[in-house]
Antibody, heavy 115, light 112 residues
Framework: QLQLQESGPGLVKPSETLSLTCTVS??????????WGWIRQPPGKGLEWIGSIYYSGSTYYNPSLKSRVTISVDTSKNQFSLKLSSVTAADTAVYYCSGSGIDYWGQGTLVTVSS | DIVMTQTPLSSPVTLGQPASISCRSS???????????LSWLQQRPGQPPRLLIY???NRFSGVPDRFSGSGAGTDFTLKISRVEAEDVGVYYC?????????FGGGTKVEIK
């Protein structure tokens, strides 16, 4: 059973880069059985898919965020990460990492964009 | 982008009674590989979402059999045969047939 845990700063200043890490346990991040992704949820609102990365290294991003998003994998640490640049208040949300699409979810981490 | 539209927005249900949620996509969700990547998720208050149903009608591991999914093409339904107190929360449909993956706006299930 995969388990995922997000980590990173809970407060980011406007125009800076949001950086989050997802640590995976119970499975290898290099396995072809899984792919990894990020999804976010603004307070009191619905879910928004941010992007995914596959074991081949291929990445797919939401076009609404594509110019600002990077998802990458660190196989040595069994982690994958999210970077979102030039953040504004509209990026304030709970950020979830997910495994194998939406089969497995982390608990989520609230990131607030504020000066 | 494929737009996912859920109805109703809210569903007050009596304990032990059935509930039904509809999800409609703006275009067919049949993938070129023949599969339809339509899933249903449950989000209990204060919790992360949890996968209930994948590829229209397949229950994920550990999901009670009172949850069932059906549909085809652009119209899909999630049914709860007998609502229990633990089923309170928001339910989302999601399509993963085409990038970007997109979610419905959510349906809140609450007890009358």
């Amino acid at each position: 059973q995969l388990q995922l845990q997000e980590s990173g700063p809970g407060l980011v200043k406007p125009s800076e880069t949001l950086s989050l890490t997802c640590t995976v346990s119970g499975g290898s991040i290099s396995s072809s059985s899984y792919y990894w992704g990020w999804i976010r949820q603004p307070p009191g609102k619905g879910l928004e898919w941010i992007g995914s990365i596959y074991y081949s290294g291929s990445t797919y991003y939401n076009p609404s965020l594509k110019s600002r998003v990077t998802i990458s994998v660190d196989t040595s640490k069994n982690q994958f990460s999210l970077k979102l640049s030039s953040v504004t208040a509209a990026d304030t949300a709970v950020y979830y990492c997910s495994g194998s699409g939406i089969d497995y979810w982390g608990q989520g981490t609230l990131v607030t964009v504020s000066s | 982008d494929i737009v996912m539209t859920q109805t109703p927005l809210s569903s007050p249900v009596t304990l032990g009674q059935p509930a039904s949620i509809s999800c409609r996509s703006s275009q067919s969700l049949v993938h070129s590989d023949g599969n339809t990547y339509l899933s249903w998720l449950q989000q209990r208050p204060g919790q992360p979402p949890r996968l209930l149903i994948y590829k229209i009608s397949n229950r994920f591991s550990g999901v009670p059999d009172r949850f069932s999914g059906s549909g085809a093409g652009t119209d899909f339904t999630l049914k709860i045969s007998r609502v229990e107190a633990e089923d309170v929360g928001v339910y989302y449909c999601m399509q993963a047939t085409q990038f970007p993956h997109t979610f419905g706006g959510g349906t809140k299930v609450e007890i009358k």
